[in-house]
T-cell receptor, first 114, second 113 residues
């Protein structure tokens, strides 16, 4: 079954404690992306990756890092989380080339930074 | 500025009734428009995707229309069910690459018995 998985699904942490949210897809998609979703603001792109070792900033990259060492994994790293990073995070992947295919979203990670 | 605006922000309808959600966009050059359904606490799931040459596409009880001239799209839900309660998100791509996706803030639909 084609899917995007994220872990953890829920996380409560404290300011400044480094954390990583993992994302993995089994569809061999080139393109992966991280979004945060906040009430009234919709989905906003944090970082995206067009392929292995190729990453780029989205609309709201401050305070986040990503890496793409393998095609299937695209972890989101918060080196020093702050309360304004409390949000619902989604990872997504899409196959590039031809007409644009469907973007598959993960189930989401709800992060609370105290 | 590339934007996607959805209306209404929220909607409550009785089970069995039809409803229509709107999406207006200013994204240019236009590539495609997608509608997603997002259940509370879950990731968005694709309903339809339409390119410039398509003006209607159906997925079961969901029918999306696209008017590329007026830059408007609508999602029509027929014979609503309680399970249709969700947020519906309109996403527009431009032609510059897969990374250029512009998201609407969604319409929150509640179907009541």
């Amino acid at each position: 079954e084609a899917q995007v998985t994220q872990n953890p699904r829920y996380l409560i942490t404290v300011t400044g404690k480094k954390l990583t949210v993992t994302c993995s897809q089994n569809m061999n998609h080139e393109y992966m992306s991280w979004y945060r979703q906040d009430p009234g603001l919709g989905l906003r792109q944090i970082y995206y990756s067009m392929n292995v070792e190729v990453t780029d900033k989205g609309d709201v990259p401050e305070g986040y890092k990503v890496s793409r060492k393998e095609k299937r994994n695209f972890p989101l790293i918060l080196e020093s989380p702050s309360p304004n990073q409390t949000s619902l995070y989604f990872c997504a992947s899409i196959r590039l080339g031809g007409t644009h295919g469907t973007q598959y979203f993960g189930p989401g990670t709800r992060l609370t930074v105290l | 500025k590339n934007q996607v605006e959805q209306s209404p922000q929220s909607l409550i309808i009785l089970e069995g009734k039809n409803c229509t959600l709107q999406c207006n966009y200013t994204v240019s050059p236009f590539s495609n428009l997608r509608w997603y359904k997002q259940d509370t606490g879950r990731g968005p799931v694709s309903l339809t995707i339409m390119t410039f040459s398509e003006n209607t596409k159906s997925n079961g009880r969901y029918t999306a229309t696209l008017d590329a001239d007026t830059k408007q799209s609508s999602l029509h839900i027929t014979a609503s069910q309680l399970s249709d309660s969700a947020s519906y998100i309109c996403v527009v791509s431009d032609q510059t690459g897969a990374n250029n996706l512009f998201f609407g803030t969604g319409t929150r639909l509640t179907v009541i018995p």
